[in-house]
């Protein structure tokens, strides 16, 4: 099957850029996606990516996608610990439109 | 209030009991989906169902059913719950309308234990 993987950990400075990637399997990829889970509650969708764009910016967030190397990463500039939750790679293809998670980055903002 | 909810949204029991997983949602969508969390694997599919007569088997189906009683309504059972099905279940539900685009809303999750 298809595989999302993710680095599960990263610990950041608050004021700090950070940067989680990702990486995929899935060629026919439509749509890549990021979401936020913060501690107690369930996922919510951050932003996204179509595949035929290189980057999207939104606000404090960058996502970038190499699709030849099937390499996602978000950006966080200006990091807060409001940012502290896992963040999760998704992607979905035209096949059913279901959704391939990676196993989610713990990212830990420190005062 | 919430879009999608579910409850109960802790539940501690014994190995062997049978346990229903409710999610209702408010958000008019045709598709919902079940997932279970475990600590670094992600989410991974369990059932889906694209509307009140089509129910699907996802990644890890074995120990689960799922009923679709209505279009707002989709519960997950597990019949003779084992220690291994601890973890964290996850309702979501997204609008075919969308096509491609598969923007899934999640309920707050159901935080169950098995002993």
């Known amino acids: 099957g298809e595989d999302v993987e993710q680095s599960l950990f990263l610990s950041v400075r608050e004021g700090d850029s950070s940067v989680i990637n990702c990486t995929y399997t899935?060629?026919?990829?439509?749509?890549l996606y990021w979401y936020k889970q913060e501690p107690g509650a369930g996922l919510q969708l951050l932003t996204y990516?179509?595949?035929?764009?290189d980057m999207k910016q939104d606000q404090r967030l960058t996502v970038l996608l190499n699709k030849k190397d099937k390499h996602l990463s978000l950006r966080i500039a200006d990091t807060q610990t409001g940012d502290s939750a896992i963040y999760f790679c998704?992607?979905?293809?035209?096949?059913?439109?279901?959704?391939?998670f990676g196993g989610g980055t713990r990212l830990m903002v420190k005062p | 209030d919430a879009d999608v909810t579910q409850t109960p949204r802790n539940r501690i029991t014994k190995t062997g009991k049978r346990i229903m997983l409710e999610c209702s949602q408010t958000?008019?969508?045709?598709?919902m989906y079940w997932y279970r969390q475990d600590p670094g694997l992600g989410l991974r599919l369990i059932y889906y169902?694209?509307?009140?007569?089509?129910?699907n088997k996802g990644e890890i189906s074995d120990g689960y059913s799922v009923s679709r009683q209505a279009q707002a309504k989709f519960s997950l059972s597990l019949e003779s719950a084992i220690p291994n099905q601890t973890a964290l279940y996850f309702c979501?539900?997204?609008?075919?309308?969308?096509?491609?685009?598969?923007?899934?809303?999640f309920g707050p999750g159901t935080r169950l234990t098995v002993l």
């Open positions: 979501a539900t997204s609008d075919f309308s969308r096509g491609d685009y598969n923007e899934q809303f």
């Open positions: 899935d060629s026919s990829s439509t749509y």
């Open positions: 990516i179509f595949s035929n764009m």
């Open positions: 998704a992607e979905s293809n035209n096949a059913g439109n279901m959704l391939t």
């Open positions: 958000k008019g969508h045709d598709r």
């Open positions: 169902s694209f509307d009140v007569k089509d129910i």
